[in-house]
Structure formats: structure tokens, C-alpha cells
Nanobody, 117 residues
Framework: QVQLVESGGGLVQPGGSLRLSCAAS????????MGWYRQAPGKQRELVAV???????RYLGSVKGRFTISRDNAKNTVFLQMNSLSTEDTAVYYC???????????WGQGTQVTVSS
């Protein structure tokens, strides 16, 4: 079993930045991909970004150029640097991990990101 613990969410003004972190513990040898989904009120959950152990990345089209995902394999931690945030980015962000990202095997509890003036 794997546990994923997120941190770094909060309230930020449009145009601002936030950095999310997610630390994995447990049977981490089973984790090939780590990343982030998000779900806004009244909308479906969507994949935001994912990174594999080899460093390959994949991004949701609307965040390309603004968000950067990175991974510290030694610390079993994944980061999501979010810049130029807009109100459209307001959502609960969930850390994910596992042998795949669609669907992922493991989910974190979620962290709220609110972009508002």
C-alpha cells in the first residue's frame, strides 16, 4: 500500500504562484508515475500533470507553459509549480501515483487551490 500526502494549497490572487508537494510512503517501489489531478466544482476530474520515474512528463493543455511538474525520486516526492494562476485553476488538487496514471492506483486526500482577487 502507498500513502500520498499533499501540501502547499491555499488562496492566491490571479497571476500569482503556488507550489504543491506530495510525499509518498509505503510500498513506493510500485510507483512508476506520480502526478496531479484536479476537480473544480461541478466539473469532472481531470489530469493536470504526470511524471514517470524516468522523467517523462505529460500536461493538460491549458496548463502547459504555466505549470511544471518535477520529482525527487530519492525523497519519493513530486512537486507542481504553478505560475500565472487564473480563476480557472481553482479546484481541489489530488496527488496520484502508481503503475499508471489513467487510472492511478493511489490517491492523496486532496488540497484546495483557490485563485481569487
Amino acid at each position: 500500500q502507498v500513502q500520498l500526502v499533499e501540501s502547499g494549497g491555499g488562496l492566491v490572487q490571479p497571476g500569482g504562484s503556488l507550489r504543491l508537494s506530495c510525499a509518498a510512503s509505503g510500498s513506493i517501489f510500485s510507483i512508476y508515475a506520480m502526478g496531479w489531478y484536479r476537480q473544480a466544482p461541478g466539473k469532472q476530474r481531470e489530469l493536470v500533470a504526470v511524471i514517470t520515474t524516468g522523467g517523462s512528463t505529460r500536461y493538460l493543455g491549458s496548463v502547459k507553459g504555466r505549470f511544471t511538474i518535477s520529482r525527487d525520486n530519492a525523497k519519493n516526492t513530486v512537486f507542481l509549480q504553478m505560475n500565472s494562476l487564473s480563476t480557472e485553476d481553482t479546484a481541489v488538487y489530488y496527488c496520484i501515483g502508481g503503475s499508471s496514471w489513467s487510472p492511478p492506483n493511489y490517491w492523496g486526500q486532496g488540497t484546495q487551490v483557490t485563485v481569487s482577487s
